[in-house]
């Protein structure tokens, strides 16, 4: 028996690849098995080559695999792209309408299962994704009825007879495919999971879900991939506690209805991709100016312009840090797993309201949609702060205004809301005085500046860098951020094995950087490799400006819209590490 194997569903976009693969991770998630999701799907609704691809796991994994076990094909195009991942004597399940093949020369075993046809006796070709589904999990020697719960809870609202005609397809695609094999496979026999159920969500999810917990009422955003799920879970969610989501017009009017409400007093979020982010540059800059709180989302893609729509990238590290104009202080904050993202988000919002600065959450594409299991969510962790917010303002003289912008000695301010008594206060975008009043003095733009800039010199973050770091001076320090973090780790595995000495650093705090936990880590390795989404190396300009030693500093890059395989992070890391004992 093995402790893990990877499973994946390849066809046209709408033709139930995605139900298809819900349905098989959430009956392998009730068994209790560790489960990490990569989609990959085409930008348009209906058409264009799509595959899921799940490992499943006996233990905790934060990666996708290199290789591929099990393949479920509706047509010949899924065969041909996806192939190449089958290890020898991986399966192919495929539907025997476009008479599949399977390369010459490889040592794969073809299913050919009339998928089709036994879901049109049944009475539509739509029940094939089950027909499919109940082959692919009776060669794993699962038990069919935790599959079968599965398909009753997805179709359950369509009613009796629906389910039952897919429970029929379910059992019609199993009978047949264990007949062709002879049985359940038994290299493929999993061993048992833990059975203890866990969460299995993506990325958006788990920001939504944090959204709630943080107090967040409103959100105002405009959809875009791959950020809408954020908006979709909310506009489900936030009903229940008082809340709403706003589709507006632009990302233009996303962020700054966001800000009116947050100078309101509502805790409330946007949530946009790199398109999105570039429109809301201004109303970012208008936040940091009137030290107004908001919390925004950035789910990167591939880009510039519309770019990549669907695909993975982390190239909007430059563009969050130093895009908008002028100079004010904000927070880039880069969650690197599922519960980061819930955790983070609550921190996005306690952050804003505490510095009263905008806060930028920043994931990527793979951990946006890849859907991942997680263990259960501790919510004694949630702590709400609201920050300078005051409860009473002091009594005013005649025709005086509330000291809105105080110089004070950490530069941050009391904040009252609108409407509150003696708490009346000038908002403008230009530079101010203390009570808001426009103001060209000199001293008092100098004031200002050093006030807004100097607010973050005592930031408190958690775990700005997460630090697995065994060895005083490794051959290797590789550093990352985002979805890379698990991939890193497997690479990592692989060079232990030729001997080669690996410490790993997640960067989770992009700015204000974390030079004092980066740079002693940086100093002690022999050399350092930078692993990103891009194709200028942002994260290794960003450590090379804040730690020096470019000299020492290496990158790995990948910028085709594919996340990294722990092969390839095994790979270039070895080949830059060999070349560095070479020289020397």
């Known amino acids: 028996m093995i402790n893990q194997l990877s499973w994946k569903i390849g066809g046209q976009q709408g033709e139930g690849v995605e139900s298809t693969d819900r349905i098989f991770s959430t009956a392998l998630n009730r068994l209790g098995y560790y489960l990490y999701g990569y989609r990959h799907f085409s930008s348009r609704i209906k058409g264009g080559h799509t595959n899921n691809k799940i490992r499943i796991s006996t233990d905790p994994i934060r990666s996708i695999s290199d290789d591929l076990d099990i393949l479920v094909a509706f ?22 309408k476009f008479n599949p093949t399977v390369p010459d020369g490889t040592q794969i075993r073809l299913f050919s299962v009339p998928i089709t046809a036994i879901a049109e006796e049944l009475g539509t070709s739509l029940m094939k994704n089950m027909v499919a589904s109940g082959a692919s999990w009776a060669l794993l020697g699962l038990p069919l009825d ?29 009978d047949y495919v264990l007949e062709l094999a002879g049985g359940p496979l038994d290299e493929f026999k999993l061993l048992p999971a833990d059975g203890k159920q866990k969460l299995f969500m993506i990325g958006n999810d788990a920001i939504g879900l944090g959204a709630v917990a943080a107090g967040c009422r409103l959100m105002s955003a405009y959809p875009i991939t791959p950020a809408s799920e954020i908006m979709e879970y909310l506009i489900k969610q936030l009903p229940k506690f008082g809340g709403t989501v706003v589709q507006t017009e632009d990302e233009i009017a996303a962020v700054t209805m966001a800000i009116g409400a947050n100078y309101a007093g509502v805790r409330t979020m946007t949530a946009s991709a790199g398109p999105g982010l570039s429109l809301m540059m201004e109303g970012i800059g208008l936040a940091g100016m009137t030290e107004t709180p908001v919390v925004i989302v950035d789910t990167q893609r591939g880009g510039p312009s519309t770019g990549l729509p669907t695909k993975q990238e982390q190239s909007d590290i430059n563009a969050m840090i130093h895009g908008t104009h002028g100079e004010i202080p904000k927070i880039v904050l880069a969650p690197s797993s599922i519960e980061e993202c819930f955790y983070d988000t609550i921190e996005a919002f306690n952050l804003s309201e505490k510095y009263q600065v905008p806060v930028i959450l920043v ?39 509330f000291p809105r912008y105080a110089l004070t000695e950490n530069g941050i301010s009391p ?41 973050l010199s005592g930031l408190e973050v958690r775990d700005p860098v997460l630090v697995d770091a065994p060895y005083e001076t490794p051959d290797l320090l590789i550093i990352g951020m985002g979805s890379t973090g698990g991939t890193i780790d497997q690479g990592r595995e692989l060079l232990e094995k030729d001997g080669i000495s690996t410490n790993h650093l997640t960067v989770r705090l992009l700015h204000p950087f974390p030079v004092e936990e980066v740079l002693p880590y940086v100093e002690q390795a022999r050399q350092v490799i930078v692993v990103e989404n891009n194709a200028t190396a942002q994260l290794a300009g960003l450590v090379k400006l804040h730690c020096g030693h470019g000299d020492k500093i290496k990158s790995v890059l990948k910028y085709d819209g594919n996340p990294f395989l722990p092969s390839i992070i095994y790979h270039e890391c070895k080949q830059i590490c060999t070349a560095s004992k070479e020289l020397v």
Do not use: W
């Open 146 to 174: 935790v599959f079968n719960r599965a398909v009753e809870e997805e179709f359950g609202r369509k009613g009796p007879s629906v389910v039952e005609k897919n429970l029929e397809a379910v059992k019609r695609g199993s």
């Open 75 to 96: 047509d010949q195009e899924s065969i041909d792209l996806n192939a190449h991942e089958l290890r020898p004597g991986g399966v192919v399940v495929a539907d025997s």
């Open 363 to 401: 994931t990527d594409l793979q951990l946006s949609l890849g859907k991942q299991s997680c263990e259960p969510l501790d919510y004694s962790r949630i702590v709400i702060d609201r920050g300078s917010l005051v409860a009473q303002a002091p009594e005013l003289e005649e025709k005086e205004l």
């Open 415 to 455: 904040r009252v809301l609108p409407g509150q008594k003696n708490g009346i206060h000038h908002v403008t975008g230009v530079e101010h005085d203390e009570t808001g009043r426009p103001s060209e003095s000199a001293i008092n733009r100098k004031n200002m500046m050093d006030k807004r800039l100097g607010k």
